[in-house]
T-cell receptor
Framework: GAVVSQHPSRVICKSGTSVKIECRSL??????MFWYRQFPKQSLMLMATSNEGSKATYEQGVEKDKFLINHASLTLSTLTVTSAHPEDSSFYIC??????????FGEGSRLTVL | KQEVTQIPAALSVPEGENLVLNCSFTDSAIYNLQWFRQDPGKGLTSLLL?????REQTSGRLNASLDKSSGRSTLYIAASQPGDSATYLC??????????FGTGTSLTVIP
């Protein structure tokens, strides 16, 4: 299957700093990528849909100024958590959709804000 | 709005047993359905993708079926192994980029 790489896998930061997470489709081009947040023992919560070359579409209740998404190329989308606070600590996962409509996921990024 | 339900939420079986995981969805107007497994602290691994025009897909010991009219999909795992222990999620895609995930079934295969 297709490969999606997510980096970093773990990040610890101080409150008030910004953290960038990268999501790359390694062997296919993805015009659309998705960013999710997952709380312990819960399913994925879609945060936003990242569209190459245009603005991301955010789900209701997700602050666009807090979670900045950039999809500058067909293989890379980034999520920046700005001015992170302890309540932003979570597991963030990206996925990319192939032209056949299949979703492939990154390995996830565990963010801990102290 | 599409609602996706997975039953049971947790399942524990002895090694070697065949098992079935269930996924139900409320709106039959789907584009495709995909089954994933998630290991603790990891991302999701795609297992099987069934297009709306298909009835089933097979990969090794896994077989997924789709019945759109009744809003159901099943994932059949043959001869379960301890390495199959994980959380299994189904996701339904409507047109465009709308994906809806179930809450998952946590599977434990006991050696």
């Amino acid at each position: 299957g297709a490969v999606v790489s997510q980096h970093p896998s773990r990040v610890i930061c101080k409150s008030g700093t910004s953290v960038k997470i990268e999501c790359r489709s390694l062997d296919f081009q993805a015009t659309t990528m998705f960013w999710y947040r997952q709380f312990p023992k819960q399913s994925l919560m879609l945060m936003a849909t990242s569209n190459e070359g245009s603005k991301a579409t955010y789900e209701q209740g997700v602050e666009k100024d807090k979670f900045l998404i950039n999809h500058a190329s067909l293989t890379l989308s980034t999520l920046t958590v700005t001015s992170a606070h302890p309540e932003d600590s979570s597991f963030y996962i990206c996925s990319a959709r192939t032209t056949a409509g299949e979703l492939f996921f990154g390995e996830g990024s565990r963010l801990t804000v102290l | 709005k599409q609602e996706v339900t997975q039953i049971p939420a947790a399942l524990s079986v002895p090694e070697g047993e065949n098992l079935v995981l269930n996924c139900s969805f409320t709106d039959s107007a789907i584009y495709n359905l995909q089954w994933f497994r998630q290991d603790p602290g990891k991302g999701l691994t795609s297992l099987l993708l069934i297009q709306s025009s298909q009835r089933e897909q097979t990969s090794g010991r896994l077989n997924a079926s789709l019945d759109k009219s009744s809003g159901r999909s099943t994932l059949y795992i043959a001869a379960s192994q301890p390495g199959d222990s994980a959380t299994y999620l189904c996701a339904v895609r409507r047109t465009g980029n709308q994906f809806y995930f179930g809450t998952g079934t946590s599977l434990t295969v006991i050696p």
